[in-house]
């Protein structure tokens, strides 16, 4: 078998216009994952190049198996005044995606048009806190995926619209990439949007790092619980986002504690100061302080009506951030 410096070069005398993305060879089982990218091949052209590609790999190199996917560039996103805004932590069941779909709803409640992207690829939950249980996916007349619409006025597009019901997604790396790709080249996210929240995965890992191909300029919000724990785990992804040049607006506290109807007190159930310990690590400000609630009886999401405790505190940190943002 050639060596993977050897498939590369090889590779490389067919394409064109084309560029190696990524190659790994997986020697164990005889398998070579190759991505190309170009900034778009006609199907002949991409028929011959998959035809090239897989003579190099297997008749000519000797390995088994191919993995080929041939993406198209990303373009730079052209200038608007739409504002991003990622939301992260650092772990799982902090309530993140929770967060996302009440603030981007608050910020439409107030007058803005917002947008929402699941990016939470492996476990992604919007729809269901939007309530929707039969998503329906439209293209425009350039074939490109027309966002959804919710009841609550937000926009929102997620991996769970376009995998098969109930089918886990088993993706590594790379491919993740190309389906961050589509939420914003073949999503219709048009001029007139003021901001779009993305709604990351918990960690550190493919995904946020993805992001700046794509929002480079994006603001972030960390979402913590006041248990120690999750608080050092969301000051790694509150860093992370450092790391990638987006400004942290600050940091949400969620079930930050639980309003006991019987005492009329706070009841700090899952400890306190978890907030204030991340803000100040990061170097910014604690927004907000969710309480333990559940939306009102009957209501079939996870939205607070405006009137709701909750719903109150997610419209004051919209006001919050829409200050910080003038």
Same mark, same amino acid.
């Given at each position: 078998?050639?060596?993977?410096?050897?498939?590369?070069?090889?590779?490389?005398?067919?394409?064109?216009?084309?560029?190696?993305?990524?190659?790994?060879?997986?020697?164990?089982?005889?398998?070579?994952?190759?991505?190309?990218?170009?900034?778009?091949?006609?199907?002949?052209?991409?028929?011959?190049?998959?035809?090239?590609?897989?003579?190099?790999?297997?008749?000519?190199?000797?390995?088994?198996?191919?993995?080929?996917?041939?993406?198209?560039?990303?373009?730079?996103?052209?200038?608007?005044?739409?504002?991003?805004?990622?939301?992260?932590?650092?772990?799982?069941?902090?309530?993140?995606?929770?967060?996302?779909?009440?603030?981007?709803?608050?910020?439409?409640? /107030?007058?803005? %048009?917002?947008? =929402?992207? @699941? !990016?939470?690829?492996?476990?992604?939950?919007? *729809?269901?806190?939007?309530?929707? +249980?039969?998503?329906?996916?439209?293209?425009?007349?350039?074939?490109?995926?027309?966002?959804?619409?919710?009841?609550?006025?937000?926009?929102?597009?997620?991996?769970?619209?376009?995998?098969?019901?109930?089918?886990?997604?088993?993706?590594?790396?790379?491919?993740?990439?190309?389906?961050?790709?589509?939420?914003?080249?073949?999503?219709?996210?048009?001029?007139?949007?003021?901001?779009?929240?993305?709604?990351?995965?918990?960690?550190?890992?493919?995904?946020? /790092?993805?992001? %700046?191909?794509? =929002?480079? @300029? !994006?603001?972030?919000?960390?979402?913590?619980? *006041?248990?120690?724990?999750?608080? +050092?785990?969301?000051?790694?992804?509150?860093?992370?986002?450092?790391?990638?040049?987006?400004?942290?607006?600050?940091?949400?506290?969620?079930?930050?504690?639980?309003?006991?109807?019987?005492?009329?007190?706070?009841?700090?159930?899952?400890?306190?100061?978890?907030?204030?310990?991340?803000?100040?690590?990061?170097?910014?400000?604690?927004?907000?302080?969710?309480?333990?609630?559940?939306?009102?009886?009957?209501?079939?999401?996870?939205?607070?009506?405006?009137?709701?405790?909750?719903?109150?505190?997610?419209?004051?940190?919209?006001?919050?951030?829409?200050?910080?943002?003038?």
């Amino acid at each position: 078998m050639r060596s993977e410096q050897e498939v590369r070069n090889a590779i490389e005398l067919v394409l064109e216009d084309e560029v190696i993305k990524h190659l790994a060879i997986d020697f164990d089982d005889s398998l070579v994952t190759v991505i190309i990218e170009n900034e778009g091949l006609d199907v002949s052209r991409e028929k011959v190049l998959s035809r090239n590609i897989a003579k190099i790999v297997k008749l000519d190199s000797g390995f088994k198996g191919l993995k080929l996917s041939i993406e198209k560039k990303i373009v730079e996103r052209e200038s608007s005044t739409t504002k991003y805004i990622t939301v992260t932590s650092g772990k799982g069941g902090v309530g993140k995606s929770s967060v996302s779909a009440n603030l981007a709803v608050s910020l439409a409640r /107030l007058g803005k %048009k917002v947008g =929402i992207i @699941d !990016a939470d690829i492996y476990g992604p939950s919007l *729809p269901q806190i939007f309530g929707i +249980n039969e998503p329906t996916i439209t293209m425009n007349e350039k074939q490109k995926i027309v966002p959804m619409s919710t009841v609550d006025g937000v926009y929102i597009i997620s991996t769970d619209f376009l995998t098969e019901d109930d089918l886990p997604l088993m993706w590594r790396g790379p491919m993740l990439g190309r389906m961050l790709g589509h939420f914003f080249n073949d999503v219709v996210w048009d001029d007139d949007f003021d901001f779009i929240i993305v709604d990351l995965p918990p960690g550190t890992g493919d995904i946020p /790092l993805d992001l %700046k191909n794509f =929002i480079p @300029d !994006a603001k972030a919000i960390v979402v913590t619980t *006041p248990n120690k724990m999750a608080s +050092n785990i969301a000051i790694k992804s509150g860093m992370m986002a450092k790391h990638l040049g987006h400004d942290i607006l600050g940091v949400v506290e969620n079930m930050s504690y639980y309003l006991n109807p019987a005492t009329n007190s706070e009841d700090k159930i899952f400890g306190s100061g978890g907030g204030n310990f991340v803000a100040t690590s990061l170097e910014t400000e604690l927004l907000a302080e969710i309480p333990i609630s559940q939306v009102k009886e009957g209501y079939d999401s996870g939205i607070f009506a405006i009137h709701e405790e909750n719903g109150m505190v997610y419209l004051g940190l919209a006001n919050k951030l829409l200050k910080k943002l003038q």
